[in-house]
């Protein structure tokens, strides 16, 4: 029994051992492949360097440090952060997905999680998205009150989000004052249309004050009018008739007449 207890107790102190000795290994590798992408890094070849902290998370996929710096690397290689086409941000979000991933390791991580936040920050601020690189830098500094590069930019990024404020502002009473100037352009002009109107309204009154107005006549007062020609014809001819009867009893008196 004892010589089995023994056996047993020997088995798994090797398996410790060999345990032990795997992840010593493993460290080994872990640390070898991150000095190897540092060196990159530091020779700004990023894209090497990534690869590199890649083939560290391989070996230990739990690594912080091969985490940011891999993040790091991956940031690195876009030059200009404002560019979005689709391999920058593909890089740009991995990166910042793997930086958010340490800093959120503040309590088994405090340092690292610091240099995350405050990288973060900074990528935020060349992005012009002052609000969330003020928040990134807050929160570095919560983790690490002494961080003087964090509290300066901090500041100026606070500064910066001030006067973005300040001209947004601007812009919108401008906006205002312009929609304004047209509501005021379009008033004048239906005042303008309305005096045309009316000017045209009293031409129009005055041509008609000038024209002879046409009135329609109804066959009652037609048959009036008519009538009245009639009487009027009728009563000429009588005075025509009994004139040339009184001329002609005249000539006749005038030849019988004896002298």
């Known amino acids: 029994m004892k010589i089995r207890v023994l056996f ?9 051992a060999s345990a032990a000795a795997a992840s010593a290994q493993s460290t080994r590798e872990e640390r070898r492949l991150i000095t190897s992408g540092n060196k990159l890094y530091v020779e700004r070849k990023f894209k090497d360097a990534a690869a590199k902290y890649q083939d560290a998370l391989k070996v230990n996929g739990g690594s912080a440090v091969a985490k940011y710096n891999l993040g790091m690397a991956q940031i690195r290689q876009v030059a200009n952060p404002k560019d979005t086409t689709a391999r920058n941000a593909t890089l740009i979000q991995g990166g910042m997905k793997l930086l958010s991933e340490v800093a959120a390791l503040a309590k088994e991580k405090p340092g690292l999680a610091s240099k995350a936040n405050y990288n973060l920050g900074n990528l935020e601020f ?10 990134y830098y807050k929160q570095a500094l919560r983790i690490d009150p002494n961080d003087a590069n964090a509290r300066k930019n901090l500041r100026i990024a606070q500064l910066k989000q001030q006067n973005q404020d300040n001209q947004d502002k601007n812009q919108d009473n401008k906006d205002q004052d312009k929609n304004q100037d047209q509501n005021k352009d379009q008033d004048k002009n239906q005042d303008q249309n309305k005096d045309q109107n009316q000017d045209k309204q009293d031409q129009q009154k005055d041509q008609n004050k000038e024209q002879p107005q046409e009135k329609d006549i109804n066959q009652q007062t037609a048959s009036q009018i008519l009538q009245a020609i009639d009487n009027k014809e009728s009563q000429t001819r009588a005075r025509v008739n009994r004139a040339n009867k009184g001329e002609k009893s005249e000539a006749a008196g005038r030849r019988v007449k004896k002298w």
């Open 126 to 135: 060349n992005r012009e998205n002052y609000s969330e690189a003020i928040s």
């Open 8 to 16: 047993k107790y020997f088995l798994i102190v090797i398996a410790l």
